[in-house]
Each structure stands twice: as structure tokens, then as C-alpha cells.
């Protein structure tokens, strides 16, 4: 047995404070109660990592195919593999077809059965267990929801009239879902210019520039035949006389970009066209289909068309989704209409997640707006049976029944308890959900049992769409707005009220309030319902399907997630991480967790050194506890790969091939995960998200436009040609799915501000949470910021005039509490309607004073001169030695131009450099701190070896460098330190990765002579004859082959070798030839490795090499004279599922139950250990290893 600290981990326990113990008991944690006391209790997290430090799993039962001896099976795996946890999660019910019998269908009590000795297996083995909120993954439903406690949405009719006499009208009821709808009010209203004509009712002549197709169908109301155009051309419609359009609706089976973005054209003779407009598409999420309404300016013609030309598009991204992929233009209806309607409201009423341009008073001239006056409420004059009984004054009058229904969203990844979605703004129905699903399996678990295992409640990423009523958000509504909602409630229907201003506000609060009680109505009841039972709550993101603030919910959350994805740009979900790691920031939580390599086509070549990169660029983002996604139960013991999501997922579970050797990928893991969960990070920058609602979390390519200088014009140039999308360039990533190459990526995200770190900041932290405390601006969860940005126009906050008063208050508040402020805009109005129009007037006061107080303090600088309100803070009249006079703060004017923040005190955190002096290229980093030490993480993002200068914002410690691969400790011998930083050099592997820790305090100011890194130097090489035993049960050869040379299996004569996917155990007897001088270590170097080696030396196990360089210390287990070495090398399954493709099925080895297999003609991927295979010594060794490397 291996040394071991006299400390015990017990004493580790208590120092860590009890962040550990109540993640693991489910209790929430903050930054104040992760941090060590002394050097050793951090040396001791790295090397022996508590229980919290380990990853989790989602763990599916699919298709009700589940076994007591598969459960089993996977917990022990689990253990044995060092996860933590595993999050119980359910998809899809048995079906038809049962792919075990009896099947465990959700609730019945063989299910119940199941349940409970997954609770017991796990409390034998120490692990601990987390339900989602519902069956299936998505979201919060079950059959206990009844139509009344579902979703709700606003639903309409319309019905047209002359007036003059008495009459009574049976008022057609609006769409109801599931049988279910009731009344909210009823209005009548002069009818609007234009009101009840369209296209549908003046019926045009359809054609197209198409061959194919039936474009006259896009004029019929309701029709689901699909038009489609993949080259540029047009649609047009012609009418007898001229046609007065004002508005133009789209609609696709499905939600199409390029519909959206159609160039609407009109002409008097249909050879002259002018152009009308070209159509802007609304931000939109992945689950969007409903229909968009565009205003248009009032043209009247006889023709229209209806111009798709690709060119001009934008890349894709999670909040413009459909343009990701190939460009075509799919529609199915296009309907002009001669009445008024307000831009895009079908997004802006919360129906679903969008942002839309607001609508201009050239669109809707007040002139075309119901003057609020002239609507009647008739809601009394209504009977029971949707008849109202009216006398209305002469004149055309409109009659609008407004009233709410299910939106019919389920819980669809569901079986036994599948059901509508839950109402989020009713606690009640939110409760219900809750006891009915997670607090059923702690009564069926017993309070002994499932008290000590069943932990978490967990809600997963939004896949159900928005909403916009409940029986409660009128009221909720005039508590929060400050006014009545009722008598505005047309604009919900599109219906411009008063005037474009008057419209847009309204609908603006109505967003704000969705956004408002999503968190503290579903949320928050949830957060409630967990604590009472003494569980903690996960959940990962909210956009972009519900209208919402997408960090605002991560206050009521123990533990935020987010999720990526791996090798599916198209499904890749970086903006969530954003929200999870800023969510998580800015509310002092201090785990963040990651739903990890997500794939949308599962590839079968998965292994750890491939996974690695995107790892840590995961870590470096702020992640630091991996949810691997995903491990699928498999029933049988004797079917492998087994059970799958539907080729969803990487495949992670106990009949992978590398299961065994893979942990030393896990352990990998449990170390960085064990330091990136101590102390707080490091930030310097808060990112102000803006007040339009939905809004989440800011990318970096969107501040390019506010801080040009410190991206550099080479990015900010790249970005504006990404932009452009010029030809809208295609890629194919996975296999056969092709989508715009230009796509914001994930990628992106590594170090894009060279050195500085920022959070997004959303209103509720800037109003309720932030405060002034030496120049920094503070969050009582101990996120510090030295700057907040508030950027110019981006996407999801387009409309770059806007403020409510309350932010500019605040604004003016920090600035005169001494924060510094970059503004990228000018604001001159309030987006809400609360005060209009005084608040108008308000906002443009408050940010007048504010660059008056600001202008003010750089004036009382010795040789000061007021600045003129130029663009630039860098002006002749504002000079950069005057930023900051005396260290007082001022209110910047953006854009930023300077290529650091240096000017504002805010040195860059870290800085890396070729020997050149060139900027080193991807370096993903993350820093953490406590009172007692420092921790940077630094990651290389190519693959290729990289020899850097590192400069780090921190002085007075010695830096030590901490290798999570191998749990190595050594201090760094060359360092300087000067000025408050630290330089050194350092050598990644490629995807290689490493620690610098500061937690000795040193007077010294530089290091000692040597190198940060190991060299060596080839002693003896290791050729042939290698004697190779294949595993009989995988399909290989029964007795052991000679290899006379290492050798590839995929290009072997034998079959059995050549499909081989497995382990296979190299041996060789060698005698060493070398002399080990005192305190000279010797490595044994694999060479290239296909993909997994476990190394034996003398039956002593030396370590698993999975990742470069494939190098171990068999220093301890070498001897002179005789020595036997065994290495055992697993690849991945592709190679075999690639040669039982092409055999019938009784002869293939294995068995794929939910998952496709590759082709039989896919090419075979390197399998084996190729070398070359050499012992080496230190040439230039580090300085000596402190204390032992990490075990478990």
C-alpha cells in the first residue's frame, strides 16, 4: 500500500466545510463553504477527491425493458467506474412490441418494484440516485394533469357585423385542445380599415417561377400541402383590381427561415415590380411551428410576389435554428390581408420563444390602430352558451372572443405517465406534479430507504414549448405591471391598440410577466417542494422554447446545468452552457453541471483522449461536474452494445468496450472536478443581457461591435465575414447531416476576449443584487466584477434604445458608487408601458446625468476637458491617464477600442505567448480563487503539441503545476515574478491539459534553474515478437497470435482480428539493459495507442495510458534482468459492428437493440497498439513529485 497522508480524508471532510457532504446528501453549497484551510487539505482534494467531486450519469430506462439483474449490473459498473451518482430517468413505454417481458411500464407496480431495488443497490454501493420531475426527459407532465391544470394559452375568434340593431350572435367558440376551453373576456371595436379583407376572401391568381408544385395552394386557408422552392425564384399572386395589403402571414408545415425572409415585391402591371420590403425573421428556438404575421407597409397593386433568393442569409445559431439548416424556401401558406396587424405578435404575445423587430409607425400609423377608447367590454352580454345579446351603435363593428385553452404539450418522451404538461404559473398544478411523480417514488422508496439515496430532483432542458395564460396572470399581471391588463387584451391577438408605442409596450409586459412567474411559480414551488422533503434541485436550461429570462431560474437551483454536445454542431447547445455557468455565477452557486457529449448520431469510435479537448473547454467555460449523457440501461446480461437512446448520446455505459480501462478517464475527471469546485471564479467583466424578453445569456461574436479592440480586427473582421455567410457554405458534421457552415460553434468560445473572463448579468441581478464595493460591482454570492458592459444592439436585444427607468437608475447609482461602466448605446425610451410617455423623458434625464457625472469627474483631472459625448472613450478630450482619476469610476461610451482593459485598472488575468511573442491559439482557461490560493486551469484546444509563456495575475505564491492525468504535483522550477504577475513556460500535450495552483506563500521572485517540463530520452526500444491473446468471447482468435511487428488490427489477414473490437493482452519478456541513476525515473513510452492501454510490469499495474502522450513511470515496477510485460489495448466497437453488418444475423457477435448499426462498407478505423513501444529516461527531469501521486 501506497503512503498516505497523516491527515485523514474524515479531517478533509470537515475542512472543506460542508459543501461536500451536502452535495452529496443533496444540500445546496455556495463558494464560502468550498474553500480548504491549509495547502495539504487542497493537495489532499486533487489527490483523494470527495464524493462530490465525482461525475454523475443519466441513467435511461428505455422502452420499459428493465431487469433487477440489469439494474444490478449497471449500479455495480457505476461504482466500480467511480461516478458518483445517476440521474433515474425513464423514455418511452413498451409499446406494441415489448422488448422484454414482463415489460416495467411507468407506475405499474413491477415498475415500482424496479424502482425500489435500484434504491437498494445503490444504497449497498454508496450511490446516490436523482429523478426527473415527470417519465421522460421532457418536462413536467403526467396522466394526473387534467386539461384546466395544463399549459395554457391565449386562444381567439373573430366575428364581423353591422350594427344599428338589436341583435344576438353566436359567437364561434375559439380553438380549444382536448375538449377544454373557457372564457376571458369579449370586445367589440369599430371594425379597422381593411378588417375581414384577405386573401382569403379576394381569392388571387397564384403562380411561381416554379415547374413543380402547386403554388395555388398557398392561397387556401389551412392548407398543408408543403410548396417548395431550392433555387431562387418567386411566387406571385394577381388580383382583378388593385389589392391593399397591410400585413402578410406565413406559414410552414414546420418553421421555415427562409420564408421569413422572402423580398416582397408589387407592381400595377406584373412586369415592373418595386420593392415593398424584405421580410425580417424572428429570433426563434428549435421548437417553433407556429405561423408568423409580418406588418407590412400599406401598399396597394395588383401584383405581389413573393421573391426566395438564398443569398443574404444568416448562419444559423441556437437562437435563429432554422436557418442552420441547407437553405429552401418551404411554405405552405402566404396570406396577404388589408387590415392592420402588429408585427410578429405571434412571439411577442408569449405564444412562443421569439424576438421580433418592434413594430415601426410606418407599419401601423395611428390612423390604423383601434383607438382604446372605441373597445367595448362585452363579457357580461355573453351566455353560457356563446351567444351575446347586443344592440351595436350603425357601422361595421368586429367582435373578438378571447378565452384560454391546453397548449397540448406532453410530457412526449413519456410512457406509463405520460400526460399534459403541468400549468407553470399554478403552483397547485406544479405541486401536484411533483407529489405525484418524485414524491410517489419517495413514499414507494420508504423514508429509510429513499432518504438516503434518493437525493436530487432534477428538471431537464425545456422541450415544451411556451405559455401565456393561467387562471391566474391577470391578476399577476396588474400586481407586477401596475395596471390592468384587460382592457388591452386584443394586442394578444395582433390588434393594434391606440398606437404602435401603446402595442409594443403592452406586449412587452406581458413577456416580462411570463418571464416572471415561470421562475416563481414552477421554479420556485419546485425549489420549495425539494427542500421540504431534503433533496436538492437540478435543472439545466429554459431557452430558447419558453419565453423567458433564461438565468433568472438558476436562483431557485442548487445545482444549474446546462449541456453539449459532441461532433453535432447542428444540436450543440453552447448558449446553454453560457446561461448554466452565468446563471451559476451571478446567484452563487457553486456546482455547475453539464449534460456531457450529447451526439446526435451515435458513431461507435467514441473513446476518452477524443472526448478530452471538449471536455475541458467545458471546464475552462465554468463547468465543473460532467452528467455523462448517456447510460442506457441494458436488461440483458448477455446482449452487447445492447440498449441505446436511438443512437442518441455517446455510448457510456457497462458493456462499452473501454468500460474497464476508462476510468482513468473518470478519475481524470473526479481530480479537475475536486479544484474547479473550490473557491470562486475569477471574472472580471458582467455583460449586461438587456430587458427585451426572451433574453439569455451573451455569446462573445456578439460583442464584437462593443469592444472591437479587445477582440482584435482580425476577429472582428472574421466575425463580419461569418456574418455575411457569402454563398452560405455547407458542412456535413455528423455523417449525412449537412447544415451552414458558418454556425456560431462551440469553439468560439475559447478565450475570445484574450485573457478576460465575463459573466452575463440579467436585470434582477443589476437591480435586486449588485452593489459597489472598492470600484467593484459585488453580488452577495461573492461574484466580483471590475467593469459592466452594457453592449450596443445584439440579436436578442435589438432594440438598442431602450431602458426601463429602474436600470437607469441603477446604472447612475453604481457609476456614482464609484463601478465603472462601458454604455454601447444611447438610451431614449422605456420599453414598458408603466409612466408612458413620462418615462421616456425619465430615461433620457437619468442617462444625461449619468455622462454629466462622469464628464464631471474626468473635468476635476489636472488637465481635464469635458468630453463632448464622443463615441470613442478614447477621445483627444479624454484622454486614457484620465480614465480613472484619483481611482474614481466613470460611465464609458462604447464602442471600446483599446486592446486591453488595462486603462481601467483591469489587468488581462492571463496571457499566453509563442517564444515569438505571437498570441498563442487555442488556450481554453478558467481561474478560481480563494483567501488562501490560487487555481488556473489551462487546456490546449489543438491537436498538436504547444510550448507557450503563460503570465498569470498573481504574485507572492509559488506556482505549482498539477497534472489531473496523472494526479502529479510537482512546483515549477522556471518562473518570474513581477509587477503582481507570474510568468512561466509550459508544454501541453496536444488536448493536453494542466493546473497552476498558488498556495505556498514565497518571498521570492523567481524559480530555480531547470525545466516545467519532462523530457526523455529513448533508452531501450521494445521491438517483436509479441505474443497477442484475443478475447474468444468478442469474436477473436482463440489462441494467442505472434505479432513479429506491432501491427494494425483493421489491416490484419484474420478476420477475426481485422472486426476485432475488445481487449487483447500484448506480453513480452525483455530485459532491461538500462541503469537507473538516483532519482532518475523510467518511462514506458506506448507510441500511438488505438485507443486504451492498461500496463502491467512484474504483476504490478504501472497505470492506463488514454490519452497523449502514452507515456508511464514504471520507475517502481522495473528490474534489472528478466521482465514481463503485459499491456492491455481495448479500441471501440466500430470495427466489429462494421463486420457483423455484413454477416446474418445469427452470426454476428453482437446485438444492437434501439440503435442503428454502422455499414458493412464504413471503413475500418486503426485498432491495437501500433508503437513504436520504447523505455525512456529523464533527460531534463521537473522538480520532484509532492507526496504521492493521486489514487482511489
Not at 837 to 866: F, H, I, N, W
Not at 1095 to 1105: D, F, K, R, S
Request: charged share 20%; proline share 8%; with cysteine.
Amino acid at each position: 500500500m501506497k503512503h498516505r497522508p497523516s491527515f485523514s480524508l474524515r479531517h478533509l471532510g470537515l475542512r472543506l466545510g460542508l459543501s461536500a457532504l451536502l452535495l452529496g446528501s443533496g444540500g445546496p453549497t455556495s463558494w464560502a463553504q468550498s474553500v480548504p484551510t491549509t495547502a495539504a487539505d487542497l493537495q489532499a482534494a486533487f489527490q483523494h477527491p470527495p464524493d462530490a467531486a465525482k461525475p454523475w450519469v443519466f441513467w435511461y430506462w428505455m422502452n420499459a425493458a428493465v431487469t433487477p439483474e440489469g439494474i444490478t449490473a449497471d449500479l455495480e459498473a457505476m461504482h466500480e467506474a467511480g461516478i458518483g451518482g445517476a440521474y433515474l430517468m425513464p423514455i418511452r413505454g413498451a409499446g406494441e412490441k415489448p422488448l422484454i417481458t414482463p415489460p416495467a411500464e411507468q407506475l405499474s407496480p413491477r415498475w415500482w418494484d424496479m424502482v425500489r431495488h435500484a434504491l437498494r443497490e445503490a444504497d449497498r454501493l454508496g450511490l446516490k440516485l436523482a429523478m426527473h420531475v415527470s417519465d421522460g426527459f421532457a418536462l413536467a407532465g403526467g396522466p394526473w394533469i387534467t386539461p384546466e391544470l395544463a399549459m395554457q394559452k391565449v386562444v381567439f375568434s373573430e366575428t364581423r357585423l353591422t350594427g344599428g340593431r338589436k341583435q344576438a350572435i353566436q359567437l364561434p367558440q375559439p380553438a380549444a385542445v382536448k375538449g377544454y376551453y373557457r372564457d376571458i373576456a369579449v370586445y367589440a371595436y369599430p371594425t379597422p380599415t381593411g378588417g375581414g379583407v384577405s386573401t382569403y376572401t379576394t381569392k388571387p391568381t397564384v403562380t411561381s417561377s416554379a415547374k413543380e408544385g402547386k403554388p395555388e395552394r398557398l392561397a387556401v386557408a389551412g392548407n398543408k400541402d408543403g410548396f417548395k422552392l431550392t433555387e431562387p425564384g418567386w411566387v406571385q399572386y394577381a388580383f382583378g383590381q388593385p389589392f391593399t395589403a397591410r400585413s402578410l402571414r406565413i406559414r410552414s408545415n414546420g418553421y421555415n427561415y427562409q420564408a421569413n425572409r422572402l423580398l416582397v415585391e408589387a407592381s400595377q402591371d406584373g412586369k415592373t415590380f418595386r420593392p415593398v420590403v424584405r421580410l425580417t425573421p424572428p429570433r426563434s428556438g428549435w421548437q417553433d411551428s407556429s405561423a408568423v404575421t409580418h406588418a407590412l407597409p400599406t401598399t396597394t397593386a395588383r401584383f405581389f410576389r413573393f421573391r426566395y433568393d438564398p443569398a443574404g442569409s444568416e448562419p444559423g445559431g441556437e437562437d435563429l435554428d432554422a436557418a442552420k439548416w441547407k437553405p429552401a424556401l418551404k411554405v405552405s401558406e402566404i396570406r396577404l390581408s388589408a387590415e392592420a396587424r402588429i408585427n410578429q405578435y405571434e412571439g411577442k404575445n408569449g405564444e412562443v420563444w421569439r424576438v421580433s423587430p418592434r413594430s415601426t409607425a410606418r407599419q401601423l400609423p395611428d390612423s390604423l390602430c383601434v383607438p382604446l377608447g372605441k373597445v367595448l367590454n362585452l363579457t357580461n352580454k355573453l351566455g353560457p352558451d356563446g351567444r351575446l345579446t347586443w344592440t351595436p351603435p350603425a357601422g361595421r363593428w368586429t367582435i373578438l372572443r378571447v378565452g384560454h385553452t391546453a397548449t397540448g404539450y406532453t410530457n412526449y418522451t413519456g410512457g406509463g405517465a405520460l400526460g399534459l404538461e403541468c400549468d407553470k404559473f399554478n403552483p397547485a398544478a406544479v405541486q401536484l406534479q411533483f407529489d405525484s411523480w418524485f414524491g410517489e417514488a419517495l413514499r414507494q422508496g420508504g423514508p429509510e430507504l429513499a432518504g438516503r439515496v434518493l437525493k436530487t430532483l432534477h428538471v431537464d432542458s425545456w422541450e415544451c414549448g411556451s405559455q401565456n395564460w393561467s387562471g391566474n396572470f391577470a391578476a399577476e399581471f396588474r400586481q407586477r405591471r401596475g395596471y390592468d391588463l384587460l382592457p388591452y387584451l386584443p394586442v394578444l391577438a395582433g390588434v393594434p391598440l391606440q398606437s404602435a408605442e401603446v402595442s409594443e409596450r403592452v406586449l412587452f409586459d406581458v413577456r416580462q410577466t411570463i418571464a416572471e412567474l415561470v421562475g416563481d411559480k414552477f421554479y420556485a414551488t419546485l425549489a420549495a417542494a425539494a427542500r421540504a422533503k431534503g433533496v436538492s434541485f437540478s435543472a439545466e436550461a429554459i431557452a430558447p422554447t419558453m419565453v423567458s429570462d433564461g438565468l433568472l431560474h438558476y436562483q431557485h437551483v442548487d445545482a444549474p446545468m446546462g449541456e453539449f454536445w459532441l461532433r453535432s454542431p447542428t444540436h450543440d447547445k453552447p448558449n446553454d452552457m453560457l446561461d448554466a455557468v452565468s446563471g451559476a455565477h451571478i446567484y452563487g452557486k457553486n456546482i455547475v453541471q453539464a449534460e456531457s457529449f450529447t451526439e446526435l448520431r451515435m458513431a461507435w469510435d467514441e473513446h476518452p483522449a477524443m472526448l478530452k479537448s471538449v471536455q475541458d473547454r467545458n471546464y475552462a467555460l465554468g463547468v465543473n461536474r460532467l452528467v455523462y449523457h448517456v447510460f442506457a440501461h441494458n436488461p440483458w446480461l448477455d446482449r452487447q452494445p445492447g440498449m441505446t437512446l436511438n443512437g442518441v448520446g455517446l455510448y457510456f455505459q457497462r458493456d462499452q468496450t473501454w468500460w474497464r480501462p476508462g476510468r482513468a478517464w473518470v478519475d481524470y475527471a473526479r481530480r479537475c472536478q475536486a479544484l474547479l469546485q473550490l473557491g470562486r471564479p475569477v471574472v472580471d467583466l458582467a455583460v449586461f443581457i438587456g430587458e427585451e424578453t426572451p433574453r439569455r445569456a451573451v455569446l462573445p461574436e456578439r460583442l464584437t461591435e462593443t469592444l472591437p479592440g479587445i477582440f482584435g480586427p482580425q476577429k472582428v473582421q472574421s466575425e463580419q465575414k461569418r456574418l455575411a455567410n457569402a454563398s452560405v457554405p455547407m458542412r456535413e458534421m455528423p455523417e449525412k447531416v449537412s447544415a451552414t457552415a458558418g454556425s456560431f460553434t462551440a469553439d468560439m468560445l475559447v478565450d475570445p476576449l484574450h485573457g478576460y473572463a465575463y459573466d452575463s448579468f440579467n436585470p434582477d441581478a443589476l437591480l435586486r443584487l449588485a452593489q459597489v464595493r472598492n470600484g467593484r460591482i459585488e453580488l452577495p454570492g461573492g461574484a466580483s466584477y471590475g467593469l459592466l458592459v452594457v453592449p450596443g444592439a445584439t440579436s436578442l436585444w435589438p432594440d438598442s434604445t431602450s431602458m426601463t427607468p429602474a436600470v437607469a437608475h441603477k446604472l447612475r447609482e453604481l457609476v456614482q458608487a464609484g463601478a465603472t461602466i462601458l454604455l454601447d448605446r444611447q438610451p431614449s425610451r422605456s420599453p414598458e408601458l408603466r409612466g408612458f410617455p413620462q418615462a421616456d423623458q425619465e430615461v433620457k434625464q437619468l442617462t444625461a446625468r449619468l455622462q454629466a457625472t462622469t464628464e464631471a469627474k474626468a473635468s476635476a483631472a489636472p488637465g481635464a476637458t469635458a468630453s463632448s459625448g464622443s463615441p470613442s472613450p478614447f477621445s483627444e478630450t479624454l484622454r486614457l491617464e484620465q480614465m480613472r482619476p484619483g481611482g474614481e469610476a466613470h460611465l464609458l461610451r462604447g464602442p471600446y477600442t483599446a486592446d486591453s482593459f488595462e486603462p481601467l485598472g483591469l489587468l488581462r488575468d492571463l496571457t499566453a505567448s509563442y517564444s515569438g511573442g505571437q498570441r498563442a491559439r487555442g488556450l481554453a482557461w478558467t481561474h478560481r480563487t480563494a483567501e488562501q490560493f490560487d487555481i488556473y486551469f489551462v487546456s490546449n484546444q489543438l491537436d498538436s503539441v504547444q510550448t507557450i509563456d503563460l503570465s498569470l495575475r498573481v504574485a507572492g505564491r509559488q506556482p505549482e503545476l498539477w497534472d489531473a492525468v496523472t494526479g502529479e504535483i510537482r512546483p515549477a522550477r522556471d518562473w518570474q515574478q513581477e509587477n503582481g504577475r507570474t510568468r512561466l513556460p509550459l508544454r501541453l500535450e496536444p488536448s493536453g491539459s494542466l493546473f497552476v495552483v498558488f498556495r505556498q506563500p514565497t518571498t521570492q521572485t523567481a524559480g530555480h534553474s531547470g525545466p516545467n517540463w519532462l523530457t526523455t530520452t529513448p533508452a531501450q526500444p521494445l521491438g517483436g515478437p509479441w505474443q497477442v491473446q484475443f478475447d474468444t468471447k468478442a469474436g477473436g482468435p482463440a489462441q494467442p497470435v505472434a505479432f513479429a511487428q506491432l501491427t494494425d488490427w483493421s489491416q490484419h489477414a484474420d478476420e477475426a482480428i481485422r472486426h476485432y473490437s475488445g481487449t487483447a493482452d500484448y506480453t513480452q519478456t525483455f530485459r532491461w539493459k538500462g541503469r537507473k541513476k538516483s532519482g532518475q525515473r523510467v518511462y514506458l513510452e506506448l507510441g500511438q495507442v488505438n485507443n486504451l492501454a492498461e500496463v502491467e510490469l512484474n504483476g504490478q499495474p504501472v497505470g492506463t495510458a488514454w490519452t497523449a502522450p502514452y507515456r508511464l513511470d514504471i520507475t517502481e515496477a522495473v528490474r534489472k534482468g528478466p521482465n514481463q510485460l503485459r499491456i492491455r489495448v481495448t479500441n471501440t466497437w466500430a470495427n466489429r459492428l462494421i463486420g457483423d453488418a455484413a454477416l446474418p444475423v445469427e452470426q454476428r457477435h453482437t446485438s444492437l437493440t434501439t440503435a442503428p448499426a454502422p455499414a458493412a462498407t464504413k471503413p475500418l478505423l486503426p485498432a491495437g497498439l501500433l508503437g513504436p513501444v520504447v523505455i525512456s529516461t529523464e533527460t531534463s527531469p521537473p522538480a520532484p513529485l509532492l507526496g504521492e501521486r493521486g489514487a482511489f
